[in-house]
T-cell receptor, first 111, second 117 residues
Framework: GQSLEQPSEVTAVEGAIVQINCTYQ??????LSWYQQHDGGAPTFLSY????GLEETGRFSSFLSRSDSYGYLLLQELQMKDSASYFC????????????FGQGTELSVKP | EAQVTQNPRYLITVTGKKLTVTCSQN?????MSWYRQDPGLGLRQIYY???????DKGDVPEGYKVSRKEKRNFPLILESPSPNQTSLYFC????????????????FGAGSRLTVL
């Protein structure tokens, strides 16, 4: 089957750096995306990796290694407002409109 | 303002009573899709549409129907709701004309919380 695995919870302190991993057992997909969701609100797009390597957007960076079936989201200079759920997602290469999401990682930022 | 609008935001209904959750986007996006979110299960795709009159099943289509008669609207229909369809539902859209990456950058609606008794 096709699935993405993420840790269910991560805790870090304000100002720190945290890495949220995403491993997948999905063959044939277009890139890896990351979304943020606060308290059951609308998920919002954070980052996308079409190719292997690191993509940086402000305090957030995302990494993809297709050979290792692995990616991660890196959050730097953590702020309290970063407390949220984070989802990785891939788009199926054959069924191009089919998206698969991980189960989400709940990040708690402590003072 | 560019947005995806879902209605209703909250609904409590009873088993078997047909209901429709509407979804409308004002961004001229070709691609639209529906997801349900349940605790510990993340977002699971119900149906998606690559363009007008083109719809396909996602991972959990059972018990749901969709239609795409116009580009801006993509309603989700529950013909005979059951308690296991109690969930938080999200509609999302994206532009696909800009290449491979387009379908990964979704704009989500605010969500519709449905309870089936």
């Amino acid at each position: 089957g096709q699935s993405l695995e993420q840790p269910s919870e991560v805790t870090a302190v304000e100002g720190a750096i945290v890495q949220i991993n995403c491993t997948y057992q999905t063959s044939g997909f277009y890139g890896l995306s990351w979304y943020q969701q606060h308290d059951g609100g609308a998920p919002t797009f954070l980052s996308y990796n079409a190719l292997d390597g690191l993509e940086e957007t402000g305090r957030f960076s995302s990494f993809l290694s297709r050979s290792d079936s692995y990616g991660y989201l890196l959050l730097q200079e953590l702020q309290m407002k970063d407390s949220a759920s984070y989802f990785c997602a891939v788009r199926h290469r054959i069924a191009g409109g089919k998206l698969i999401f991980g189960q989400g990682t709940e990040l708690s930022v402590k003072p | 303002e560019a947005q995806v609008t879902q209605n209703p935001r909250y609904l409590i209904t009873v088993t078997g009573k047909k209901l429709t959750v509407t979804c409308s986007q004002n961004m001229n996006h070709e691609y639209m899709s529906w997801y349900r979110q349940d605790p510990g299960l993340g977002l699971r795709q119900i149906y998606y549409s690559m363009n007008v009159e083109v719809t396909d099943k996602g991972d959990v289509p059972e018990g749901y129907k969709v239609s795409r008669k116009e580009k801006r609207n993509f309603p989700l229909i529950l013909e005979s709701p059951s308690p296991n369809q109690t969930s938080l539902y999200f509609c999302a859209s994206t532009q696909t004309g800009t290449g491979i990456s387009g379908a990964n950058v979704l704009t989500f609606g605010a969500g519709s919380r449905l309870t089936v008794l």
